[in-house]
């Protein structure tokens, strides 16, 4: 016999026993989910850094300070170094928003009024369901795919190679998946 959440006592079949463990045990590994939280928190942080100073580097080729790969090209090598920093900026926020939504979803999503009170989230970082916050995780992925592409467009100086088509398929491949999934709106 063992004492339920109210108080009341349950009578425990003994045959039973290793499935309560074993689900006692799933259901505490939803603690693991934490440290693909913190991992995401830190790597938000990290892209943040990394796309602050892929401003600072941008400002340096505009004013003359900096080197820039091919020379004379200071203005549009400070202008790919800025869209490598948006890129930077819109991944650290997409893992923002992955640690913040994974947190809210997976932890205590049963008791999340008890235990924090009324939340008041950023509307940029509500998301009612996973499948909403894959939606708008490969819609990310889509626009840092074609930021990538512009850049390299941009400082291309050699040619083209057949291999530069992966990008631009994997940006087709990617918008087709999002359209033919229908995740639920």
Known sequence: MEKGYSGQTLW????????????????????????????SLLGSLLLFLIGAYEVYEAFLLFFGLGHPSVPGGEITEA????????????????LLYFAYN?????????????????????????????????KTILVII?????????KENMLNVDGYVW????????????????????FED
Do not use: N, W
């Not at 999340?112 to 909403?132: N, Q, T, W, Y």
């Open 12 to 39: 425990v079949c003994p045959e039973y026993e290793r499935e309560r463990y074993m689900l006692r045990a799933i259901f505490k590994i939803h603690f693991m989910a934490l440290l693909a939280i913190i991992g």
């Open 79 to 94: 202008t790919a170094t800025i869209l490598s920093s948006l890129d930077s900026f819109l991944l650290g926020f997409v």
């Open 102 to 134: 994974l947190f809210f979803l997976l932890t205590f999503p049963e008791q999340r009024e008890d235990r924090f009170g009324p939340i008041k989230m950023p509307p940029a970082l509500h998301v009612e369901s996973l499948d909403k916050m894959k």
């Open 142 to 150: 889509v626009v840092s795919l074609s930021v990538f592409l512009l």
């Open 163 to 182: 291999t530069d088509l992966f990008v631009p398929f994997s940006i087709v491949a990617i918008s087709a998946a999002i359209k033919l999934i229908g």
